[in-house]
């Protein structure tokens, strides 16, 4: 599908609405907006952690590995706002959307990466190195995109597979975030509830 962006502002969001890909117009706080923004804002958060990948992981290979996993979930997140800004009735055939496949991959991923990371014995406290302290921003973000899409999902038709690849893309970002630490040559901080 070709897309042209030719103007940035258009003046139609002014008055607090926005227009939906078929063209229905919608409150900028509507359950339906709120789910694709939310989507949309995670996506840019993993646009840090690919920035912070540049400069951070020790071995080159690592760090082409996080980027090819990286581009490829902030494609399939672009899919799935579009899908969620358009009705059901108004989506084209060759749109792109979610699909179990992509679920399937995202548990694929889990499965690899968590293979080489040690038990946990307590719950992991953000941070350990700059890619994976990103890492666990975009899961939080990740949850609350959930959250809206399960909103909206309430109220609305939406593409059965994205609550699922919400759910297992969290996942994934936990995982790769105590991959990174590891990656990064750094040590996992875990939670101590005797040091409160």
């Not at 359950?31 to 996506?43: A, K, M, P, Q, T």
């Not at 646009?47 to 590995?65: H, I, M, P, Q, W």
């Not at 996942?171 to 990064?184: C, I, N, P, Q, T």
């Amino acid at each position: 599908m070709a897309i042209r962006i030719n103007r940035v502002y258009t003046r139609g969001g002014d008055k607090g609405e926005t227009s939906l890909v078929g063209g229905q117009r919608l409150p900028k706080d509507s359950v339906r907006i709120e789910g694709y923004g939310s989507v949309d804002e995670l996506n840019a958060v993993l646009g840090l952690v690919r920035v912070a990948n540049t400069r951070s992981l020790a071995r080159k290979a690592d760090r082409e590995k996080l980027e090819t996993l990286l581009v490829r979930i902030q494609n399939q997140l672009f899919n799935l706002g579009s899908d969620l800004a358009t009705l059901r009735k108004d989506r084209h055939p060759r749109q792109p959307v979610i699909e179990p496949r992509h679920i399937r991959e995202l548990e694929e991923t889990i499965d690899t990466l968590n293979a080489g990371l040690p038990e946990l014995a307590s719950f992991v406290l953000p941070g350990g190195s700059e890619v994976s302290a990103f890492l666990h921003q975009a899961r939080t973000v990740c949850r609350r995109a959930e959250r809206a899409v399960t909103a909206l999902s309430r109220h609305e038709s939406i593409g059965s597979p994205s609550l699922a690849y919400l759910n297992r893309l969290s996942d994934l970002l936990f995982v790769m975030g105590r991959w990174a630490v590891r990656a990064a040559g750094e040590e996992e901080t875990l939670w101590d509830p005797s040091k409160c």
